[in-house]
């Protein structure tokens, strides 16, 4: 019976993962569809392609900040599931909140490559970009606190200095996330950097789980 | 040979689930591309860029409410197709058909939320949202309908209560949506109140599928 | 040696099967996007939202019917690969033609949906979904011959008489589809007609693939 | 614990390749979506659906080169993933990189096909559409020299010959490819002839990964 029920939740496992992916590839995918194909009018306007291309700098920053953003919070998606090794009903919902946040990023994307250069819409721009990634940062806690709280959806043998560390980090990635909301309204320069170095903060990569002694044995009852 | 046939029906299976999962997340993602980037024009209209974005909370309504439906249908997709076992032709029309129902919801959410403030316009605003809602419950009676009726697609040891007590369920909410759709024309805020139950009712988690006495013996052939 | 290649085969098999998988996936979902959310200006027009959604059924005529024909290519891919066993560099590249063909449907739905109660566009509406549901019978039409030329894709036990058949299915849904191209620009009543026909001939469940006695055994070893 | 290692790895390496696979697919089918759908007025100018859907035959081109184009680097990432046999944080973050790239076609290929007939604009047009192939490119060869440099995530039984020709290959295509994107501000036909070179080129199929006498014993340890 056990054994089954195990099985069970490998799978769902797999399967979250799975449409994870899915949605996280799509909406990555999608970042390309908000910089327009101008008319011809707009062109002229423009004073030719050539000048129409190079003016639209700010939406191939955009995409290129989000695509990488999102594709950072793959890589990491992928790196907590090597120690969240079960689902639940409630974990599934809260993993689906996540996946609604990230999905969003591609309109707060488009609203802050479209309006960051008109000096009135400045930090409209900053705020709507800022509060599009604060939003996977607050979704992504709930999944890991989920899941760690008690090791309800973790192995018993993973180290608690490892999991201390981890809710140590993303309290941190959350707290910078808040403050760039906050000071877009008024210093929309500051949430930049802040956007900046929590970004080169994400590009380290992550240390892998530690288990305690003996913990290579008990970790393959998981599987 | 008729080992082989098992093996096949077992791939198929697992074929249409990730076909499903894929529709479902490609579904659950297009959302985001019906809120639409405004103008510059629209912006100034609307009085800045802060006060647009605060205007079009319908949007994000919509959108927020759409994603947790289709992520619960995936979710409950797969809590069926735990005690789905099998498939054939027509069970994957039938599923191919649930997965229209599915992907027609973003033109019904953003109906909704585009015309859900123009009080001319309230009634066929939410009638539009409540008839998105009601075919993909339609469609899937029908997948575990047939699935069901004389165990087709279902192991012959799967408790008869645990299915009848799903029929229930499955014929309670097509009766609520039913009700939404029909409410909708005269009495709108009615149809969104029996949403809104709904949607709790979904938030509880499936129970996991009952099996007669020796079942997990009898289910490993299955696989 | 050779069973590393075998290995090989078998995957690449696995990954181009899920890609055509996703494609599908993509383009039916896609097919919702080319139903267009009207401005507040075009629903007063239409006198009312009520009014408006109901006047556009032929968006959903298209949506329905795409959606089908790309579900039961999807289905029918699925049952193609049970008897196409190996891929190579080739057949690959013919397979990518057939997803681009797929891809391009929901656009040929679209100019139908759109221009079809427009009597002077009636003929040019059906010309284009008429052409739209040819290319995928081309393609896959080159993609079943040169798999099953010399058996070069098949396993030698799959029995002719079988192949036979398939390829006598192919050639008349070819010339069909011709046939509907052809009648369009002076009867698209005709043309319509045989897609109908065509729809109903593709909902029959296909046959299982035949193999020689013995063919059980053989055919392991090509896994 | 070396063994729980290589098995992380695999999964890794796995999953890499199902999000590449997943946002090249959808990168592929977002194609059809530049290809804009005409209002009526459009159509009227043009003298007629007929007219029109003759008219846009440079649509039609940049659907059909950019969707050949993902689909070879779909089948060439594939073949790269057999002899790269690892996986690390670095190798996930330039992977991320080529995805951005490839995202990015649709986006050039639209600029293309859109503005390739308006002389004013033709030189304009190519250099977009030959840039957006440039990335890839680029992206490509720092995948290929990252995961090669001392054989970092390729087995130690890959014949240098065989890599070396990679290089090779990798560096003209390079070469190539920064001749079209330079000739395309004055010869801009001399762009499309090396892309049409280079595009016949790339339709050869990739020789298999040779490995060293006794290799695949080696082999078999990693997987």
Redesign the interface.
């Known amino acids: 019976?056990s054994k089954?029920n195990r099985f069970?939740y490998r799978m769902?496992k797999e399967?979250l993962?799975?449409?994870s992916?899915?949605?996280?590839?799509?909406?990555?995918?999608?970042?390309?569809?908000?910089?327009?194909?101008p008319s011809?009018e707009k062109?002229e306007t423009a004073g030719?392609?050539?000048n129409y291309?190079t003016k639209i700098w700010p939406s191939y920053l955009g995409?290129?900040m989000s695509?990488?953003q999102i594709?950072?919070y793959?890589?990491n998606h992928?790196w907590l599931f090597?120690f969240i090794t079960k689902t639940?009903?409630?974990f599934?919902?809260l993993n689906?909140l996540f996946?609604?946040a990230i999905?969003?990023v591609?309109?707060t994307t488009?609203?802050f490559s479209?309006?960051i250069l008109?000096h009135?819409?400045f930090?409209?721009?900053v705020?709507?970009y800022c509060t599009g990634l604060l939003m996977p940062v607050i979704t992504v806690c709930l999944v890991v606190f989920y899941a760690g709280y008690k090791r309800r959806l973790m192995p018993a043998t993973l180290k608690q200095s490892f999991l201390n560390e981890q809710y140590m980090k993303l309290a941190m990635g959350l707290l910078m996330a808040i403050a760039s909301v906050a000071l877009s309204f008024s210093y929309p320069v500051a949430s930049i950097v802040i956007i900046a170095v929590t970004f080169l903060i994400y590009?380290i990569?992550?240390t892998?789980p530690e288990y305690e002694e003996g913990a290579?044995i008990q970790?393959q009852k998981h599987h």
């Open positions: 019976m089954i069970k769902s399967r993962e799975m449409f992916d899915g949605v996280m590839a799509i909406a990555i995918t999608l970042l390309v569809l908000e910089i327009k194909i011809h062109v030719g392609l050539y291309l995409y290129a695509f990488l594709g950072i793959w890589s992928h090597s639940n009903h409630v599934n919902m689906v996946l609604m999905s969003f591609p309109f488009a609203i479209d309006f008109s009135g819409h930090n409209a721009a705020t709507a590009l990569p992550p892998p290579i970790e």
